[in-house]
């Protein structure tokens, strides 16, 4: 069975650190790229960031960098997207997609997607 499965989210507090994770199963990550997006309560979804197939290219929106960094481990089959600086506007629930070779910011060009694991920033 294809799926992927998103784990790490939480409730940490603002200026906190959070690791998400992205397990695929049923087929390898080596041929997709794999981006994070998120959607928060009354908001349409948007695109955080994405790392293609070959590791070579990455993305990260604009309120990602500096502070959000994507990666991959072949070996298990896993993308990671290590948060770090948490602020409140960063309450979501984050969804990895999957989607041959390269990023794209458009959710619906992803092929599969995981259920989601929420993410609270709150003090």
């Known amino acids: 069975q294809v799926q992927l499965v998103e784990s790490g989210g939480g409730l940490v507090q603002p200026g906190g650190s959070l690791t998400l994770s992205c397990a695929a199963s049923?087929?390898?990550?080596?041929?997709?790229?794999i981006a994070w997006f998120r959607q928060a309560p009354g908001k349409e979804r948007e695109s955080v960031s994405c790392?293609?197939?070959?590791?070579?290219?990455?993305y990260y929106t604009d309120s990602a960098k500096g502070r959000f960094t994507i990666s991959r481990d072949k070996a298990k089959n896993t993308v990671y997207l290590q948060k770090n600086s948490l602020k409140f506007e960063d309450t979501a629930v984050y969804y990895c997609?999957?989607?041959?070779?390269?990023?794209?910011?458009?959710?619906?060009?992803?092929?599969?997607w995981g259920q989601g694991t929420q993410v609270t920033v709150s003090s």
């Open positions: 997609a999957a989607r041959p070779s390269s990023c794209s910011v458009w959710g619906h060009s992803y092929t599969y």
């Open positions: 049923g087929f390898t990550l080596d041929y997709f790229a």
């Open positions: 790392i293609d197939d070959s590791d070579a290219v990455t």
